[in-house]
């Protein structure tokens, strides 16, 4: 005990000093139009590159004033809702298919989609043992850090890891697509046994199944799920799948790859600013926010006492208010 006060006592000192002596007046920000991130000093994002993939519209500008519009998400020069409602109407999965028009930009035909869901189907898989000695043997708490130290460790399993050919590049990334479903479940799985006491339950995935499907099949006990569950991840796949090649994670790439890197070392960077409370890791906040709602709100079919459920969290601060 007394030496865990004496390093904190310790720690404690060194975090003022570090503190005092880092610190940078916020007036220097704007005296110097530095920007903080991907944010200007009035919050709005900021251009940090040209992209034709994906494209994010939410405001016009009115006279130097930023007007907000309805917003628009663009795939490719096509607006999302007629992607979706292409492959709705027909009652299909759009994840694969959206996945190719945003790699190679245009939608496939009936053929190109199958040849591309073959790919997939012969990638959804990962190494021998990969499992047990990777995900099992450290479970983490947190998924997107299991994610993030799973697609590092894969770098071990391929010979040509350091080929960054566009050929190369791009086998690499269709593998990626194509595992990270097996990743993202095995990992929650270990969470689930190593840390809530939960049975372990590892299933092994079917290629004929979607990307959706194959998550709800690794995910559940009895591999169960029914088509509206499946129908309403693949559509939150679709919708999360790019935006605008300006946010966080986006940027990252851009950053990394720039160093002539690997792919697994950029993805895993990527995977590690995704994580954060501000980004990607902001969806955890509201499913907090919606635990909380359910126990402070009765009814909630009423829009007045949800308003004001939302009102009361934000001037309290709550943690689950985002």
Not at 69 to 82: A, F, M, S, W
Not at 186 to 204: E, G, P, T, V, W
């Amino acid at each position: 005990m007394q030496n865990n006060n004496y390093e904190n006592d310790k720690l404690a000192k060194l975090c003022s000093m570090a503190e005092k002596n880092s610190y940078i007046d916020p007036q220097l920000f704007a005296k110097y139009e530095v920007k903080r991130g991907l944010r200007d000093l009035n919050g709005r994002g900021v251009l940090a590159g040209l992209t034709e993939i994906g494209e994010v519209h939410s405001y016009i500008i009115s006279e130097s004033e930023y007007v907000p519009v309805p917003g628009q998400l663009i795939y490719r020069g096509i607006d999302i809702e007629d992607i979706v409602n292409g492959f709705m109407s027909e009652e299909r999965f759009g994840f694969e298919e959206t996945s190719y028009l945003l790699l190679f930009g245009s939608l496939p035909n009936q053929r190109e989609l199958e040849d591309f869901k073959e790919l997939l189907a012969q990638n959804r898989k990962l190494p021998e043992d990969f499992v047990r000695d990777l995900i099992l043997k450290a479970p983490s708490k947190d998924i997107m850090n299991g994610l993030a130290r799973s697609v590092l460790a894969l770098y071990s399993f391929d010979d040509n890891a350091d080929d960054i050919s566009t050929y190369n590049v791009l086998k690499q990334c269709i593998r990626l697509i194509a595992a990270f479903p097996l990743i993202a479940v095995y990992c929650y799985q270990a969470f689930s046994h190593y840390h809530d006491n939960n049975s372990l339950i590892i299933h092994s995935p079917k290629p004929e199944l979607s990307t959706a499907e194959t998550i709800l099949h690794l995910l559940r006990p009895d591999n169960g799920y029914t088509k509206l569950e499946a129908a309403l991840l693949d559509l939150a796949l679709v919708l999360h799948a790019e935006h605008g090649g300006g946010n966080n994670s986006s940027f990252t790439t851009h950053v990394v790859t720039s160093s002539g890197t690997d792919t697994y070392s950029v993805m895993a960077a990527a995977l590690g600013s995704l994580k954060g409370p501000r980004h990607g890791g902001a969806n955890i906040k509201v499913m907090k926010m919606f635990e909380d709602l359910k126990q402070q709100v009765k009814d909630w079919t009423n829009e007045r006492e949800i308003e004001t459920y939302l009102g009361v969290a934000e001037q309290r601060q709550n943690p689950y208010y985002y």
